[in-house]
């Protein structure tokens, strides 16, 4: 999947997260902003390198800001982002799960 | 047989509430992807109840969706995610017609059949939010083997009858609930009483409680998780119903053990329907 376009999903609400996303032709760069960076970042940077690769996103800048979310909505909110910044209306459910 | 008696909405598109919402032990939790969500947060919100679902945090607890209608952009969409997500339930609301119900069973088996669920294991229930649904509660609750329950949803029908809530008795339910709990007892299913909107008044939460009680609902739909306990407390039976119950059953064991067709107690006959009461008296504590 391609993100062609900025597009951001989730809260800064506790428990959420708010993930932005943009295009980037070179590389896919993820930052991760938490709270907790130094008790979950690695554990926070693993689950949105995995949902990235399930949905076969290689490219594009992905920037985390972390409020406490647990790993299922860390997964919820990155698909929304990368769904929303392709532009995709068509959901392969497969790579959701 | 499973207790319905609290049925706790949970905004689908609120993590903290998604995440925690097991902690008030209700009997059912129902992640709504309908009213409480935004149509801009729609997308969203289906992917976080698609993953809560997972959660094993709800392994114990009934897990329902409540889908956007199926004439609705979202309906398909949310009906998608809840039965690949693995949802026990699927709740469909503004139910006016068997017709619905019947196109909802035949998309929940193709999506089943798609993602590798038993054929009917996904259990549906619906809501009633109209005249036309009251009118035909009969053929919307007997429309399918999968139909669980029906639940009667007090804000939109008063629209529909250009009507408001009173408060005490509320004589202008009366007739929907009626309706509702007959359809659900002859179709052999539960019933849930309206979900009661003031959050900060228990009194009168408990009072609609007990009307929900007395005419024979399974439970309520709640919309906040103080009510859960405060439901619970009310529909539990009371110490001298329990010691009844008690006696009710021993007796009619002594009876059956005796080759006694019908036993009397302080009295008066216990017959089936009685024993059968003692049993449902006896069921709720369990529940509890």
């Known amino acids: ?97 | 047989m499973k207790s319905r008696r609290s049925m706790l909405f949970v905004p689908g598109d609120n993590p903290a509430m998604l995440s925690t919402a097991f902690v008030y032990k209700p009997d059912s939790v129902m992640f709504d992807l309908e009213d409480a969500v935004s149509p801009r947060e729609k997308d969203s919100a289906r992917l976080l109840v698609f993953h809560a679902l997972a959660l094993p945090a709800y392994r114990d607890i009934e897990r329902v969706v409540r889908i956007n209608r199926l004439d609705s952009e979202y309906g398909l969409k949310d009906l998608e995610a809840a039965v690949r997500g693995g949802a026990d339930v699927v709740r469909l609301p503004k139910t006016d017609s068997a017709g619905e119900i019947q196109e909802l069973e035949s998309h929940v088996a193709r999506l089943e059949k798609e993602c590798g669920r038993p054929v009917g294991e996904t259990r549906l229930i619906a809501a009633i939010e109209s005249a036309s649904g009251v009118v035909n509660a009969v053929t919307i609750a007997t429309a399918s083997p999968r139909m669980i329950a029906i639940a009667l949803a007090g804000f939109d029908y008063l629209v529909s009858m250009q009507t408001r809530r009173s408060g005490g008795s509320e004589p202008e339910l009366f007739y929907a609930r009626a309706s509702v709990l007959h359809a659900a007892r002859m179709a052999g299913i539960d019933a849930f009483d309206v979900a009661y909107g003031d959050v900060n008044d228990d009194e009168g939460f408990l009072r609609e409680v007990e009307i929900a009680k007395q005419l024979g609902f399974n439970g309520k739909s709640l919309i906040h998780p103080r009510q859960v306990d405060l439901l619970h407390r009310a529909y539990a039976p009371t110490q001298k119903e329990l010691e009844y119950a008690k006696r009710v059953i021993a007796a009619a064991g002594y009876a059956q053990r005796n080759g006694q067709g019908v036993v009397s107690l302080d009295g008066k006959m216990i017959d089936p329907p009685v024993i059968k009461e003692a049993e449902l008296v006896l069921g709720r504590v369990y529940a509890s």
């Open chain 1, 1 to 97: 999947m391609r993100i062609i376009k900025q597009a951001v999903a989730g809260t800064l609400e506790s428990s959420d997260l708010l993930v932005k996303v943009e295009p980037n032709d070179s590389v896919l760069d993820i930052v991760v902003r938490s709270e907790v960076i130094k008790q979950f970042g690695k554990q926070i940077r693993r689950v949105v390198a995995e949902t990235l690769a399930r949905m076969d996103v290689d490219q594009g800048t992905v920037v985390i800001e972390d409020k406490g979310a647990l790993d299922y909505a860390i997964r919820a909110r990155v698909q929304a982002a990368v769904l929303r910044g392709s532009g995709s209306d068509e959901l392969n459910w497969g790579q959701m799960s």
